[in-house]
């Protein structure tokens, strides 16, 4: 139980578009989702909080613009990166908590090359 | 203010032979503390995790971690190695305030190489 899916694993674009990153709760209800940021050999940063329902909660230093989310249902919370430039490449993990337990269950990653 | 330092970036072993991994907190409150396990291109797995209960926890494959208050340690063991084990290990902490945890902050990471 408890598995987290991202969507997709691996994607490149260009710079100055949009790419959108699917993290979804398959087996039970997410009330809040995490988004975090992982450069190559480093450790993961928090972006935001999401609730479901409510406008997420960015960490200091994370453009809300910039990395908008939405998490409009129990499963599923989206993170969009508007207007991609190359230094936003990176490993972006989500994880999701649910109502039973405060433990959070991490997604497989979605590594982002923007060229 | 809480923070987690992970005491070296990288831990190299021979199959077989004991495991330490070394982590060091830092909390205004009563911590949850946990270690994570992330191999390459794959999500983070729980291996432990540490709320208040019992001081040594036991994990996954073989892992344990014991809590020490007195030196605000979290230090993961294993006494014998296996060659799956190398991965990246990430010490985490939580603060307790309200007793439930809602932020985590990562450790730097420790790579652990296992050769034969």
């Known amino acids: 139980g408890a598995v987290v899916s991202q969507h997709p694993s691996r994607v490149i674009c260009k710079s100055g578009t949009s790419v959108k990153i699917e993290c979804r709760s398959l087996d039970f209800q997410a009330t809040t989702m995490f988004w975090y940021r992982q450069f190559p050999k480093q450790s993961l940063m928090l972006m935001a909080t999401s609730n479901e329902g409510s406008k997420a909660t960015y960490e200091q230093g994370v453009e809300k613009d910039k990395f908008l989310i939405n998490h409009a249902s129990l499963t599923l919370s989206t993170l969009t990166v508007t207007s991609a430039h190359p230094e936003d490449s990176s490993f972006y993990i989500c994880?999701?908590?649910?109502?039973?337990?405060?433990?959070?269950?991490f997604g497989p990653g979605t590594r982002l090359t923007v060229t | 203010a809480q923070s987690v330092t992970q005491l070296d970036s990288h831990v190299s072993v021979s199959e077989g032979t004991p495991v330490l991994l070394r982590c060091n907190y830092s909390?205004?409150?009563?911590?949850?503390l946990f270690w994570y396990v992330q191999h390459p291109n794959k999500g983070l797995q729980l291996l432990l995790k540490?709320?208040?209960?019992?001081?040594l926890v036991k994990g996954i494959n073989g892992f344990e971690a014991e809590f020490k208050k007195s030196e605000t340690s979290f230090h993961l063991t294993k006494p014998s190695a296996h060659m799956s084990d190398a991965a990246e290990y990430f010490c985490v902490v939580s603060p307790h305030e309200g007793g439930g945890y809602n932020k985590l902050i990562f450790g730097a990471g420790t790579r652990l190489a296992v050769h034969p």
């Open positions: 909390s205004s409150y009563s911590p949850s």
């Open positions: 994880s999701a908590r649910g109502t039973e337990s405060y433990e959070q269950y």
């Open positions: 540490y709320t208040s209960a019992a001081t």
